[in-house]
């Protein structure tokens, strides 16, 4: 328990001391809102569907904790070209702990920087039911801790940033766009339709807007396993990934 | 005769078709002061890699106090606590915040922890600048923390990698000093690397000379003196080695390690 609460609060930390990083990550958020929400909004209500700010600002709330979250977990590259890994590698814990510790950490920043810009979005006139808001919370937690370890997992593989553009591009950019973050499931093509259903993302998304008085696709208690499952099972793997790295 | 504490046998590694370590054994008493010296490039840092679970041994055998890092990673870890060669601190936290990570992590009680970060802080100087990040610390401070560090939790066996390099004489005999009492008081057998021969010289109970991966010569600092006819540890060293730790002109395979170096960067 010590473990993972020393890297939980060695993430805190870190983050809270790094002013330009806590605002470089809501500028994206806030274009988004800001392009799509008024941009694209005009298109989404004459279609006959409402409000596109109601819809999208869960989807960029979830954006903006898939991304802090991500770059937390992929902090662990530069803990190891600054060496600091290496203090944890050789300390007598269980690998699962270090994990678990770093996860939670990465993943209570991203919430953190989630609930900012869900305040952003209300700013703009989102108007959500806020009767469920403590599962809202838990929705929100478990996308950051998914994504979190999924990043954790990942980078404790990496040597360097070099694959970072191509993490970036090629997995999380994908992970955001195709999981119903900007656009409704329903009446997808079947292609797109089982992209979409096999990215865990959409069913963080699809809690989320549940949880606000928005319709659900996947139903919530599907929506609460698919998250919990995928992170536990990463989690595993990242302890697994973790035992294996040699310095 | 107690069992060694540490015991490795016929440790090898290779990285691609280079061989870093080459077959090398040996044993560490209990308690001893254990000096472990070579040129640059010599497989210092990689044997002691393979000896604390941070890399995997081509082959051979590595035992730490019985236990095996191949079998029993967890258990090899609660044997040993170290001082890398290179930084190690987090930047972003204070020198205090890196002790009191450090403590938690080896489950120090909270009340010693706070005394021995203290201590330590004090001993190597920077007690008054504990609420300071480290990133703001020069070169020789960030070391002196990393061995206060290394010091806090009082293992079984203590590694330390080139611990006083860039160090001034005074804060190198205030260190050794310490860390020769805490093998002293508490038995902590001390396994070093360094390029300072008088250090060695002083300090050390037994060396061990590594050259290339393989080993050239072990026993006392006086044996070793004996067996190459040298006034010092220095002149034992060169005579033993074939050159001297501080050579301007490096030969031809030293001249290919350091290209090797380089390209890896
Ligand atoms: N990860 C690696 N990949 C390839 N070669 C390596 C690697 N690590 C070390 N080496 C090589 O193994 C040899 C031994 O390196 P090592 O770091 O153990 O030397 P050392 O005795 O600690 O030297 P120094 O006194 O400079 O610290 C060197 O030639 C080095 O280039
Ligand atoms: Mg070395």
């Not at chain 1, 274009?31 to 409000?51: E, N, P, T, V």
């Not at chain 2, 002691?48 to 106090?65: A, H, N």
Request: positive net charge; aromatic residues 10%.
């Amino acid at each position: 328990m010590s473990t993972v609460y020393i890297m939980w609060l060695r993430q805190l930390k870190r983050y809270f001391r790094s002013k330009p990083r806590m605002i470089g990550s809501l500028g994206q958020p806030l274009i988004f809102l800001l392009a799509f929400g008024f941009g694209f909004g005009k298109i989404y209500s004459q279609s006959g569907r409402g409000d596109y700010l109601q819809f999208l600002a869960p989807g960029v709330i979830s954006m903006a904790i898939l991304f802090t979250s991500v770059f937390a977990g992929i902090e662990i590259i530069w803990d190891r070209q600054f060496g600091f890994l290496k203090e944890t590698l050789v300390a007598p814990v269980p690998r699962l702990h270090i994990m678990i510790g770093r996860t939670l950490g990465g993943a209570t920043v991203a919430l953190f920087q989630g609930v900012i810009v869900f305040g952003l979005a209300c700013l703009f006139g989102f108007r959500p039911e806020l009767k469920a808001l403590p599962l809202t919370l838990v929705f929100m937690f478990l996308i950051a801790v998914l994504f979190t370890a999924f990043g954790t997992a990942l980078a404790s593989q990496l040597n360097d940033m070099q694959s970072f553009p191509l993490i970036m591009n090629f997995l999380v950019m994908p992970l955001f766009f195709l999981s119903g973050a900007m656009f409704p499931l329903e009446g997808l093509p079947r292609g797109m339709a089982l992209v979409t259903a096999l990215n865990p993302l959409s069913y963080g998304v699809d809690g989320l807007r549940m949880s606000l008085g928005l319709a659900s696709f996947y139903g919530w208690g599907l929506d609460l396993a698919v998250l919990s499952l995928s992170s536990a099972f990463l989690l595993v793997v990242g302890g697994y990934l973790f035992s294996k790295i040699q310095i | 005769m107690p069992k060694p504490i540490i015991e490795v046998e016929n440790l090898t590694k290779k990285f691609g078709d280079f061989t870093a370590v080459n077959g090398i054994s040996f044993t560490v008493e209990k308690g001893c002061v254990f000096g472990f010296l070579g040129p640059n490039g010599a497989g210092k840092t990689t044997s002691i890699k393979m000896l604390t679970t941070l890399l995997k041994p081509t082959s051979g055998r590595v035992l730490l106090d019985g236990h095996d890092p191949a079998a029993d990673q967890a258990g090899v870890r609660r044997t040993f606590g170290i001082v890398f060669q290179d930084p190690s601190l987090d930047d972003e936290l204070t020198a205090w915040e890196n002790m009191e990570f450090h403590g938690v992590l080896y489950k120090v009680p909270a009340a010693l922890r706070k005394k021995r970060i203290e201590e330590l802080l004090k001993v190597v100087e920077l007690w008054d600048r504990r609420g300071d990040l480290v990133k703001q610390f020069s070169g020789g401070m960030k070391r002196r923390l990393e061995i206060a560090r290394g010091l806090l939790h009082h293992p079984l066996i203590l590694f330390l990698d080139e611990p006083t390099v860039g160090l001034d004489p005074q804060t190198r005999n205030h260190i050794w000093s310490y860390i020769k009492n805490l093998n002293r008081r508490e038995g902590i057998t001390v396994f070093f690397t360094t390029h300072y021969m008088e250090e060695a010289e002083r300090v050390a109970d037994q060396v061990t000379i590594i050259d290339h991966g393989r080993i050239l010569a072990r026993g006392t600092p006086a044996a070793l003196k004996k067996k190459a006819r040298a006034k010092s540890l220095e002149q034992a060293f060169i005579r033993l080695t074939g050159h001297s730790l501080r050579d301007e002109e490096a030969s031809d395979i030293e001249h290919l390690r350091m290209a090797r170096k380089m390209w890896r960067r």
